[in-house]
Antibody, heavy 122, light 102 residues
Framework: EVQLVQSGAEVKKPGESLKISCKGS????????IGWVRQMPGKGLEWMGI????????RYSPSFQGQVTISADKSISTAYLQWSSLKASDTAMYYC???????????????WGQGTLVTVSS | SSELTQDPAVSVALGQTVRITCQGD??????ASWYQQKPGQAPVLVIY???NRPSGIPDRFSGSSSGNTASLTITGAQAEDEADYYC?????FGGGTKLTVL
């Protein structure tokens, strides 16, 4: 069974750093892109960025470039999303998802991790 | 890439057909995928590509595309289909459509 398991909920203060994880299993982790998606409370999904664990090629949405860092450790089939200095506005649910592609005009996310709730409050 | 626009809310009577649309310039050259999200749960893929359903998704869900508009159709909506639906194309998600089954 293809599965993505994310790390647990976090409560942090503004200015603190954080790294959350997403561990893949049941498939070749290095052969598929992994994406990160933000969902702020009561809001929609936002595409943050993707990484190809095979060579760590990473793409960011302009909205998130410079705000977060996406990385991966292929030796343990795990992708990461990290912040160097959290803000209250980073409070959200964060999902990872495997991205599949067919050609250059066709991609989709499946499956999704269960989500990691990040709360930033003083 | 361009924005993707969805109607914020749509309703359908139980057993009837409903179409949820997604508009954006990127859809002229790039397929959309569709996700269902129920309260407190992670999104689930329901349609990808031209009109492909993952294993386990009922065949009442179908997808289509024309010009700059992608559509998700539910034929014979069930109570369990009440959820938020999001389209995705390239590096964007639509704003989501809240489907109510009456």
């Amino acid at each position: 069974e293809v599965q993505l398991v994310q790390s647990g909920a976090e409560v942090k203060k503004p200015g603190e750093s954080l790294k959350i994880s997403c561990k893949g299993s049941g498939y070749s982790f290095t052969s598929y892109w992994i994406g990160w998606v933000r969902q702020m409370p009561g809001k929609g999904l936002e595409w943050m960025g993707i990484i190809y664990p095979g060579d760590s090629d990473t793409r960011y949405s302009p909205s998130f470039q410079g705000q977060v860092t996406i990385s991966a450790d292929k030796s343990i089939s795990t992708a990461y999303l990290q912040w160097s200095s959290l803000k209250a506005s980073d409070t959200a649910m964060y999902y990872c998802a495997r991205q599949l592609r067919a050609g250059v005009v066709w991609d989709w996310f499946d499956p999704w991790g269960q989500g990691t709730l990040v709360t930033v409050s003083s | 890439s361009s924005e993707l626009t969805q109607d914020p809310a749509v309703s359908v009577a139980l057993g009837q057909t409903v179409r949820i649309t997604c508009q954006g310039d990127s859809l002229r050259s790039y397929y959309a995928s569709w996700y269902q999200q129920k309260p407190g749960q992670a999104p689930v893929l329901v349609i990808y590509g031209k009109n492909n359903r993952p294993s386990g998704i009922p065949d009442r869900f179908s997808g289509s595309s024309s010009g700059n508009t992608a559509s998700l159709t539910i034929t014979g909506a069930q109570a369990e289909d009440e959820a938020d639906y999001y389209c995705n194309s390239r590096d964007r998600f639509g704003g989501g459509t809240k489907l109510t089954v009456l």
